[in-house]
């Protein structure tokens, strides 16, 4: 573990992404549940906007989840093989 990074150091800042990316998506039917509600009675133009917003959150919080698991994943794969090169550099096989 000479650079310090651990699977449990991925896992946990992944885990601190994950619980943003569901709380930024809260606000956004939170915005657009309140449009629907309030809005509805005078004017549906402002309802399509959140609800148009809320869809484009929708899609690009797909993505970027998408980019986030790979991500992790890939990050795994660098900490296995940084401490394989540990456990070798150290005499242990």
């Keep these: ?17 994950r ?5 930024l998506s809260e606000v956004v039917e939170h915005m657009r549940a309140t449009a629907s509600a309030r809005f509805a009675q005078w004017n ?11 869809t484009k959150w929708n899609n690009s919080a797909g993505v970027m989840s998408g980019d986030l698991e790979a ?18 550099a150290s005499g242990g096989l």
């Design 44 to 54: 549906a133009l402002s309802v399509t906007t959140y609800t148009d917003a809320q």
């Design 71 to 88: 991500n992790v994943q890939r990050l795994m794969t660098i900490v296995a093989n940084y401490q394989d090169a540990d456990r070798r």
């Design 1 to 17: 573990m000479a650079f310090g990074i651990t699977y449990e150091v991925v896992n946990g800042a992944a885990d601190q992404l």
């Design 19 to 23: 619980a943003q990316n569901r709380a």
